[in-house]
Every structure is written in C-alpha cells, then in structure tokens.
C-alpha cells in the first residue's frame, strides 16, 4: 500500500450546519449538498489540496454503510490538525473558527515541541488542532 491519503469523511447529525460552518464559517468551497435525492446519500465535498478531500456525511449513512451502530461522538478519539505558516496565522483561523461557531477548547498557546497550537470543536463535536509547527511548515 502507499501511504496515501484521500479522503477524510466526518460523520455529522446535522448535515446542514455543517455544510454551512465548513463552507460559510471557515471558507471552504464546495457544491454544497449532493445525492439527497438517494436515501442515505447525501453528501458534502471539500477539496482540501490535490488528491485530498473532506467528506462531511450523515452519521447514520456512515453507520448503515459500515454495519456499524451510531455511538456518542468522542472527541479525544481523533483531531484533524491544520498546520499553519505563522503564529499569527493560529490566531487568526481559531477566530475565525470561534465566529463560524466552533467552541474553543484549549486557547492557542506555545507547545512542547516550540510551535504554538489551540484546539476546537466544530458544531458537531469534531476536534481540530490549529498549529504552527516551525520544523513542519506547509510548502508556499
């Protein structure tokens, strides 16, 4: 196997809002809502950068395809992080993900590792981590 990723899917209550956080609140393009016409198809598309997308899906679409049953989220299962160029710029997107609605977890603050990070949740209770990491920066 290359160690390659393509998609991430969130499993989401309510597919609505979270189009409209990712989309509105933090900016990400999409087409917004497709495949509602099918049961448990509807589904939202966000390219993230070449060959990467995020997928936000109806929990109980992921579960029924899965054969899995629908749990409580939990947040400390997994955090999606963003990398980001510059301190300020940790600042400026968990503002951004504050305003959009995302509840702040944990304040940006300087890490262990001499980066600076903060973490939130989005409105369905998905951890993310904004981080700058100085010995990992994003290319550009």
């Known amino acids: ?10 499993g989401v209550d309510d597919l609505e809002r979270a189009v409209a956080f990712y989309r ?4 990400l393009p999409t087409e917004g809502i497709i495949g509602a ?3 448990y198809g509807a589904v939202a598309f966000f390219d ?3 060959a990467l997308t ?11 395809d899965t054969g899995l049953p629908v749990d409580g989220a939990a947040p400390t299962n997994m955090s ?3 990398n980001v160029r ?16 995302a ?3 944990k304040a940006a603050s300087n890490t262990f590792y001499g980066g600076y990070a903060g973490y939130f949740l989005d409105p369905e209770g998905h951890l993310w981590e904004i981080a700058w990491n100085p010995k990992r920066l994003p290319p550009g």
């Open 1 to 10: 196997m290359q160690p390659r990723l393509s998609f991430i899917t969130l």
């Open 24 to 27: 509105d609140g933090l900016g």
């Open 37 to 39: 016409e099918f049961e």
């Open 48 to 50: 993230l950068q070449p």
């Open 54 to 64: 995020l997928a936000l899906w109806p929990r109980a679409s992921l579960a029924r």
């Open 80 to 82: 999606l992080a963003h």
């Open 86 to 101: 510059t301190r300020d710029d940790v600042e400026a997107l968990m503002a951004q993900a504050s305003a959009a609605g």
């Open 103 to 105: 509840r702040i977890v």
